[in-house]
């Protein structure tokens, strides 16, 4: 009886010490997560003939990919890669390490390669996102995601909202239900909460102060005209 008393205390001692490492590494990890890194040439890779196009100017030694983790939608930890332009990937890493640390919810960080850099359909599942060479919707001017200087944070429920001759248009399209802002939802980004505070701090606009239309999704960091 005593003897198997002892295996039992045994086994729970080497339980306790394996939770215990685990959740002292993650609690490690998590510093040494955010971070800048030249663009590999397996990531290369996957963004030629897709965010990276053939007439695309920005060379690839001014894009950065930021490494981030960050609190999904379920409180869970994950990964996250952006490709931005390399004057604000410090910014970002700054931006993100501090979004995590107050545990602000974003679904999903991943390239837009993996949508074929499909705006539409990046944006629909939510995907946060940087760098895409591409033109504004319903324009031939560049958007400022071509040199990597602008972010879409959570954008499904923080579409872009645009009323021409009362009529009202939302990108995503799926982001129709969160157009109106008067609502409270999670995700939301709105003036004066965190991720406006940080962005706003790191000198970036936010495309919800615009007047013609509304890019709730948006912080860029350009030069203003
Ligand atoms: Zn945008």
């Known amino acids: 009886m005593m003897q198997t008393k002892r295996i039992l205390l045994l086994i729970f001692s080497v339980m306790f010490l394996l939770l215990g490492t685990s959740a002292s590494y993650a609690q490690s990890a998590t510093f040494e997560d955010f971070f800048c890194?030249?663009?590999?040439?397996?990531?290369?890779?996957r963004m030629m003939g897709k965010s990276y196009k053939q007439d695309t100017t920005i060379p690839r030694s001014e894009l950065r990919v930021v490494h981030v983790l960050h609190y999904d939608f379920e409180g869970n930890i994950k990964q996250g890669e952006i490709i931005c332009?390399?004057?604000?990937?410090?910014?970002?890493?700054?931006?993100?390490?501090?979004?995590?640390?107050?545990?602000?919810p974003i679904e999903k960080i991943r390239p837009v390669d993996d949508y074929d850099a499909d705006d539409e359909k990046?944006?629909?599942d939510n995907n946060t996102s940087c760098f895409n060479w591409r033109q504004i919707a319903g324009t031939?001017?560049?958007?400022?995601?071509?040199?990597?200087?602008?972010?879409?944070?959570?954008?499904?429920?923080?579409?872009?909202?645009?009323?021409?001759?009362g009529i009202q248009s939302v990108a995503p399209k799926a982001g129709k239900a969160f157009a109106n802002r008067k609502k409270a939802f999670k995700g939301k980004i709105e003036r004066n909460?965190?991720?406006?505070?940080?962005?706003?701090s790191h000198?970036?606009?936010?495309?919800?102060d615009w007047r013609s239309l509304k890019d709730y999704q948006h912080f860029e960091k350009t030069a203003q005209p």
Not at 37 to 42: L, R, T, V, Y
Not at 142 to 163: C, E, F, R, Y
């Open 193 to 200: 909460d965190l991720c406006y505070k940080l962005f706003k």
């Open 85 to 104: 332009n390399n004057a604000i990937c410090e910014d970002l890493a700054e931006i993100f390490k501090t979004l995590y640390e107050k545990k602000y």
């Open 37 to 45: 890194e030249e663009i590999s040439d397996s990531l290369f890779a």
């Open 140 to 165: 031939k001017k560049l958007s400022a995601h071509s040199q990597g200087l602008a972010i879409d944070i959570n954008p499904l429920m923080n579409p872009m909202v645009k009323t021409r001759n």
């Open 203 to 208: 000198g970036f606009t936010w495309g919800g």
């Open 122 to 124: 990046s944006m629909t």
